[in-house]
């Protein structure tokens, strides 16, 4: 059965960058075509200033800047956005 592609601006943050080539290659092999991906915390939220997400994948234990820190911004800020 062929893969429907999706729309939905997908937003992932890990400082591994074997994770983000893996996960966006899963990702794009079942149709999703909108796939951002971070390798530094830093970057999520600035980045979501000039773009929409419609889910965040985000790496708990990162330098920096943690996932667990980011955590509580992103359901302040953008509580609508699935993480």
């Known amino acids: 059965m062929p893969k429907k592609e999706s729309d939905l601006p ?3 943050v890990d400082d ?4 983000l080539f893996g ?5 794009n092999s ?4 909108s796939v951002t991906a971070l390798s530094d915390g830093r ?3 600035p980045l ?3 773009e929409k ?3 965040i994948v985000l790496d708990l234990f990162m330098p920096h800047v943690s ?8 359901v302040q800020n953008y509580p609508e956005v699935p993480v």
């Not at 591994?16 to 994770?19: A, L, V, Y």
């Not at 996960?23 to 990702?27: F, K, N, S």
């Not at 079942?30 to 075509?33: E, F, K, N, T």
Request: charged fraction near 20%; hydrophobic fraction near 50%; avoid cysteine.
């Open 30 to 33: 079942q149709g999703i075509r």
């Open 10 to 12: 997908v937003v992932m």
């Open 16 to 19: 591994e960058e074997e994770i």
């Open 67 to 74: 996932g667990t820190e980011l955590l509580p911004q992103l």
């Open 48 to 50: 979501l200033q000039s």
């Open 53 to 55: 997400a419609g889910v």
């Open 23 to 27: 996960a966006g290659y899963l990702l």
């Open 43 to 45: 970057e999520l939220m």
